[in-house]
């Protein structure tokens, strides 16, 4: 383990509670850890989506403010769960899960995987525009540099994060003065009545699954922040990074969406001028895949040995990197924005559930105590089944209301391409879960001895 700030030996602990007297840093630093990963050509590309689906620039800027903020309030939240535990996301939803955790770990693997190939596409294609290289050979240079961050692990990935805030602000401040001064900005939409209600919301669930993303991995970047460490500036420099990160990245692809278009990297080249300016863009692109992909990486790892896969965690974010690339070449191979909005919308429609589970769990479970240590708690089997049950009919009553070209669901289309799955997600496992922990609690009371608290009781 990483012993204090800028010690880079690589970290071979894995998912075990991190000990007290290993604890270090503040909660400072998860300000550039949450603001760099945001800002990328995945951000540029998802904000370019409100003008895709015709929004124009006010109505496309005001819903993805709403789904950002929406969806980085969760992170924020559980990313307070680190000092209280020393664990990280995945082995902290085993309090709820019990060993049925295995379930939501694998789906968070497979969705590590999937963002690598969201956001290694585009550092790829900046580096193959950059060396004059076949696009796979840029690929592979992306996953190289990233899954040695991602071995190094949880050190590196901070001290990596801090100095790329600063790069990637500055590079994409000046890429969007440089749009805004030369190319078309405020557009009027394109579609109306009901066709722009849809869209409208469409846009809201785009960004919205773009913070909440996140969720998973929240306190995995917070874990080894001493017990002592106060949670409202856990939350507000967890929030404030990942707000300002996401708005200011989409910002520019709703700004630079005609500019732009789906050849990013050349577009950026294009829009900078070219010459020494274009090149330094372009690499700062290719470091920024490298940056959020290394968190990819990291979180991945934790969450197969999560599943109980007898690994070191760094062999197996060598996996995940691995096969992220084959979904990469995959991506690139067609209809860009097409599959983009795929796999960013498919890949998170989980996410809410898991959120309001484990919430739901850790609002008994922690009621009264300071800290919690995620290796010594029970679960019963009754509590573990009623966790998977609800995770998996939650995603069974959503479908209906996802919009993509795989799933189009008769209510999304009723409501004009309107994708409420994240939210339908989130109410019904609330609803399926707490009910559940409600009932544990009223049929325990009877039997609770006096003076017992009634959440140690069950």
Request: aromatic share 10%; proline share 5%.
């Amino acid at each position: 383990m990483p012993t204090g700030s800028g010690d880079l030996a690589v970290e071979t602990h894995g998912i075990a509670p991190v000990p007290e007297n290993n604890r270090y840093g503040t909660a400072r630093r998860l300000f550039t850890v949450w603001c760099a990963p945001q800002v990328n050509m995945t951000g540029v590309f998802s904000g370019s989506l409100a003008i895709t689906f015709g929004l124009g620039f006010w109505l496309g800027l005001l819903a993805m403010i709403i789904g950002t903020v929406l969806g980085s309030l969760p992170v924020a939240y559980l990313s307070t769960w680190g000092p209280r535990t020393g664990a990280g996301q995945l082995p902290n939803a085993r309090m709820a899960f019990g060993p049925l955790v295995v379930l939501p770990a694998v789906v968070q693997w497979l969705s590590s995987i999937a963002w690598d190939g969201l956001v290694g596409l585009f550092g790829g294609e900046a580096l193959a525009v950059l060396l004059h290289i076949p696009f796979w050979a840029g690929v592979l240079i992306v996953l190289a540099c990233q899954g040695v961050v991602g071995i190094v692990g949880y050190e590196l990935i901070h001290r990596l994060e801090a100095v790329m805030t600063v790069v990637l602000l500055v590079t994409f401040t000046v890429l969007a003065i440089k749009l805004a001064t030369g190319h078309e900005v405020i557009t009027a939409p394109a579609v109306h009545h009901g066709d722009l209600a849809g869209a409208f919301v469409l846009e809201i669930t785009v960004a919205f699954s773009l913070a909440i993303s996140w969720a998973s991995y929240a306190s995995d970047y917070s874990r080894y922040l001493p017990a002592s460490t106060p949670s409202k500036p856990v939350f507000w420099y967890s929030f404030a990074g990942i707000l300002l990160g996401y708005i200011g990245i989409q910002t520019v692809g709703i700004v630079g969406a005609k500019a732009l278009g789906e050849e990013t990297a050349e577009g950026v080249r294009s829009v900078m001028g070219g010459g020494v300016l274009g090149v330094l863009a372009l690499l700062v692109i290719a470091l920024a895949s490298v940056g959020s992909n290394a968190m990819n990486d990291y979180s991945g790892s934790l969450a197969l040995q999560t599943v109980g896969i007898k690994v070191r965690r760094p062999v197996s974010a060598v996996v995940v990197t691995v096969i992220a690339f084959a979904l990469i070449l995959w991506l690139h191979g067609g209809n860009v924005a097409s599959r983009f909005q795929n796999v960013l919308l498919f890949v998170g429609y989980w996410i809410p559930a898991f959120v309001a589970i484990i919430t739901i769990d850790w609002l008994y479970r922690s009621r009264g105590r300071v800290t919690v240590d995620p290796a010594r708690e029970q679960t019963t089997r009754a509590d573990a089944v009623a966790a998977a049950v609800a995770f998996v009919v939650a995603f069974a009553v959503a479908v209906p209301f996802m919009n993509t070209s795989l799933v189009v669901g008769p209510v999304a289309s009723a409501l004009h391409g309107a994708d409420l799955a994240y939210y339908v997600n989130f109410l019904a496992a609330g609803l399926v879960y707490g009910g559940y922990r409600l009932w544990r609690v009223r049929s325990a009371a009877p039997a609770a001895l006096p003076g017992t608290p009634l959440a140690e009781s069950v």
